[in-house]
């Protein structure tokens, strides 16, 4: 596909993820982390929905915005406070 | 390692991944340029074979439901190992104080529980008409599920969040799937043939026996999700918010 036949609301999607994924990247609080990577994976979520892929856009959605942040979130918990006699566990 | 060594290693990464991907990329077909043949013949036979609208829950819980059937043991082989894994013997904590103090929290998440879980069950629902299907409406479910828990706190989760609740609606989920299956082997069909003829397409009755297998995917995701966040909770959320 060329840059000709994009379509604008395409070119918006494609912006938008080229922006998110940096700002994932450039995030150095982990739960900021988690925020701006839940507003990236919506992000992919619009690109697939443009794209045509819905159903592959809903497994995004729930995998991005509830599985992955759960998981990361416990991690983090996790390592901010360790139970007795696992402080050396990082 | 000092920053200049690190960043005279990643340089070079960078070039050398970045000159593969736009090489990459000058090689892929353009888009919708599909030439194979078998995503045609799905698309002119699953609604006049199969009443059923959305060609992917088409191929996924029919026409190639037996791969879906590993797919879904997978994940049950998966949430059970995470679950013998995580295992507390100490049983379950009913003294965990995490009360949600605020308000707002509790009036908008209580909202967003009723309608995680009524979009969940529309997207199993409509699974052959519209994108979704059992997998991503079990997962939207069980989300709403998760939300009791920031909503009410643990005390409250714990009521329906533990194995003995999960545990039998899991596996109906997943036996349920090879009992639809076995079922065509009964009727003198081959295993998973969809046997009820395709119903009213574009309506939630479409789909025949493969709605079945849609709704036990769902059930078996669902149940699956729940037990596996509640493990996740048990074992990294409750020792915190007791403090020790």
Request: hydrophobic share 50%; no cysteine.
């Given at each position: 596909m060329t840059l000709a036949t994009l379509l604008p609301v395409q070119s918006v999607a494609l912006a938008l993820v080229a922006l998110?994924?940096?700002?994932?990247?450039?995030s150095r609080d982990p739960l900021k982390m988690i925020v701006v990577n839940g507003f990236?994976?919506?992000?992919?979520?619009?690109?697939?929905?443009?794209?045509?892929?819905?159903?592959v856009g809903l497994s995004m959605l729930v995998v991005g915005t509830v599985a992955y942040p759960l998981v990361v979130l416990v991690a983090i918990a996790r390592v901010r406070a360790p139970k007795d006699g696992e402080e050396d566990e990082k | 390692m000092t920053r200049r060594v690190r960043i005279g290693?990643?340089?070079p990464a960078l070039a050398g991944f970045g000159a593969l991907l736009v090489w990459a990329y000058t090689g892929i077909?353009?888009?919708?340029?599909?030439?194979?043949?078998?995503?045609?013949?799905?698309?002119k036979i699953s609604a006049p074979l199969r009443h059923m609208d959305n060609v992917v829950n088409a191929t996924t819980y029919d026409?190639?439901?037996?791969?879906?059937?590993?797919?879904?043991?997978?994940?049950?082989?998966a949430v059970i190992g995470v679950v013998l894994l995580l295992r507390d013997d100490a049983g379950r904590s009913q003294d965990v104080e995490d009360d949600i103090g605020s308000d707002v929290v509790r009036v908008f998440g209580t909202l967003a529980i009723g309608a995680a879980i009524l979009v969940?069950?529309?997207?199993?629902?409509?699974?052959?008409?519209?994108?979704?299907?059992?997998?991503q409406g079990g997962v939207a479910i069980a989300s709403g599920g998760l939300l009791l828990y920031l909503v009410a706190g643990y005390r409250e989760w714990s009521a329906f969040g533990n194995e003995t609740v999960l545990d039998p609606i899991k596996a109906i989920g997943a036996g349920g799937y090879v009992v639809i299956g076995l079922a065509a082997l009964?009727?003198?069909?081959?295993f998973l043939t969809n046997f009820f003829?395709?119903?009213?397409?574009?309506?939630?009755?479409s789909g025949g026996s493969a709605g079945f297998v849609n709704w036990s995917a769902g059930i078996e995701v669902a149940a699956a999700n729940v037990l596996l966040f509640s493990e996740f909770l048990e074992e990294y959320i409750v020792p915190i918010a007791r403090g020790s």
């Open positions: 998110g994924a940096p700002a994932v990247v450039l990236y994976g919506l992000t992919l979520v619009l690109l697939f929905v443009i794209y045509g892929a819905p159903d | 290693l990643f340089l077909p353009s888009f919708g340029d599909y030439q194979g043949p078998y995503g045609f013949v799905l698309e026409i190639r439901g037996i791969d879906t059937m590993g797919e879904e043991f997978i994940l049950f082989a969940g069950l529309w997207l199993v629902a409509n699974g052959f008409v519209t994108p979704g299907g059992g997998f009964v009727g003198g069909l081959p003829g395709g119903g009213d397409i574009g309506t939630v009755w």
